[in-house]
């Protein structure tokens, strides 16, 4: 993969990179791809928001309950289906395309920000 054009630091700055809890997480049936809808937890300032994941070759919903994720949760609203997504979780592409998500590697406060 290519490198995108440079960015200024006051781009990367206006991102709203967050960590938070996944409290839920399900099937997403009516997704024309397969997905999970995931329900996170920003803490006290952000709170929970919800959104949809095409990560289910390597993620069962139940497995996910209680990890932390990264997300940007300053992007606008996106119906998805019927379903209206909040955030965007961070994930990094597998040589076959898949997505492994980004996560802490230790225990941090739900809503830490990121960057």
């Known amino acids: 993969m290519r490198r995108k054009s440079e960015i200024s630091w006051e781009d990367f ?4 990179i967050r960590v938070g809890t996944v409290q839920r997480a399900e099937t997403f049936a009516e997704a024309r ?3 999970l809808k995931l329900w996170l ?3 006290p300032d952000v709170g929970v928001l919800k959104t949809s ?3 289910t070759d390597h993620y069962q919903p139940d497995e996910l ?3 932390q994720l990264l997300a ?3 992007f606008p609203p996106k ?3 019927s379903f209206m997504s909040e955030c965007l979780v961070l994930g990094a592409y597998a040589g076959d395309r898949s997505v492994i998500l980004v ?3 230790k225990l941090v406060l739900d809503g830490s920000s990121i960057g």
């Open 41 to 43: 937890d920003f803490g």
């Open 103 to 105: 996560q802490p590697n």
């Open 79 to 81: 119906q998805i289906a």
């Open 65 to 67: 309950v209680g990890q």
């Open 33 to 35: 791809r397969p997905a």
């Open 72 to 74: 940007v949760v300053n």
């Open 53 to 55: 994941a095409q990560i």
């Open 13 to 16: 700055g206006k991102l709203d």
